[in-house]
Every structure is written in C-alpha cells, then in structure tokens.
C-alpha cells in the first residue's frame, strides 16, 4: 500500500486547462503502475489514463485521447494529468491510484491503493 494524495482540482470554463498531481510519501511512485479515475455522481468509476511503471506506455480513455496527457515527474515523485481543452462532461472527481509494475493496465482492481480524490468541474 502506498499512500497518495491528489491535488490541482479546481472550477473551470469549458476549453480551459487544469493539471492534477498525485504525490506519495515514503514509497517511490516509479515502482508503480499509476492510473487517473474520475466517478461522476450516479456513475461508476472509470478510468481517464493509466502509465506504467517506468513510463514507457500509456494508455487513454477514447473520451480524453489527445487532450489529456498522463506523466510522471520522478525527481518529485509524482505522477500528474494534464487535461486540456476541458468539456462539463469531464466534471467528476478524480482519483489516481497505484498498481503493481508490469506492463500498462487499465482495469481499476488491479490498482491496490487509491487517493482520496480532487474534484473537477467544468462549467459551459
């Protein structure tokens, strides 16, 4: 287990940028598997990008491809989401997680410790 903390989340038009991070303490990030969620209310958690371990292969959700990049800053232990050109339909609160290394994955129960989430809101 591995503890993390989100943060970035704010209120934004719609077009707008916002850049999430996800620190941890005491455990290196870069010996994880990391992934972004976002829940909206009434709707199952899904999955927006996901980086390997070593951050050689990342993967995206069709509804966030080309707007929202996924990386990880290893000096500062920290992986971030970069989301551009933000629509209301992105609104949720997000979550990053930490899975075990292997190869990039997306299925949320493969992820064994979670953040406690920053909210995003995207105003039209």
């Known amino acids: 287990q591995v503890q993390l903390v989100e943060s970035g989340g704010g209120l934004v038009q719609a077009g707008g940028s916002l850049r999430l991070s996800c620190a941890a303490s005491?455990?290196?990030?870069?010996?994880?598997?990391m992934g972004w969620f976002r829940q909206a209310p009434g709707k199952e958690r899904e999955v927006v990008a996901a980086?390997?371990?070593?951050?050689?292969?990342?993967y995206y959700a069709d509804s966030v491809k080309v707007r929202f990049t996924i990386s990880r800053e290893y000096l500062k232990n920290s992986v971030n989401l970069q989301m551009n050109s933000l629509k209301p339909e992105d609104t949720a609160v997000y979550y990053c997680a930490a899975g075990a290394a292997s190869d990039v994955y997306f299925n949320k129960e493969r992820y064994h410790s979670w953040g406690q989430g920053t909210q995003v809101t995207v105003s039209s």
């Open positions: 980086i390997n371990w070593i951050g050689a292969t990342t």
């Open positions: 005491g455990r290196t990030l870069g010996t994880y598997n």
